[in-house]
Nanobody
Framework: EVQLQASGGGLVQAGGSLRLSCATS????????IGWFREAPGKGRERVSC????????YYSDSVKGRFTISSDNAKNTVYLQMDRLRPDDTAVYYC???????????????WGQGTQVTVSS
């Protein structure tokens, strides 16, 4: 059974940091790309970051580039999202998801975690 468990969300002041974790099981971790997505109230789900284990490439949306860092621990089958210099517009439910291959297109993600709330106060 495929499982993705997102954790690490919380309430933080603007300028602060959080680290999200996505613990996975049930599939061959090294063959999948893992992405972080977020959904803010009244807005659609958007891709934030992605890491491909096939070629070690990473992707960041323009809104988080330079502030967020995605990383992976293959021994633990876990992907992390280090979020620094958080802003109120980063407030959203954050989801991790997995897809076979190199990229993380929103419409093609095969497996999803349950989401973790991140709230950034001003």
């Amino acid at each position: 059974e495929v499982q993705l468990q997102a954790s690490g969300g919380g309430l933080v002041q603007a300028g602060g940091s959080l680290r999200l974790s996505c613990a996975t099981s049930g599939f061959t971790f090294e063959e999948y790309a893992i992405g972080w997505f977020r959904e803010a109230p009244g807005k659609g789900r958007e891709r934030v970051s992605c890491i491909s284990h096939s070629d070690s490439s990473t992707y960041y949306s323009d809104s988080v580039k330079g502030r967020f860092t995605i990383s992976s621990d293959n021994a633990k089958n876990t992907v992390y999202l280090q979020m620094d210099r958080l802003r109120p517009d980063d407030t959203a439910v954050y989801y991790c998801a997995a897809v076979l291959g190199y990229y993380c297109p929103l419409s093609e993600m095969a497996y999803w975690g349950q989401g973790t709330q991140v709230t950034v106060s001003s």
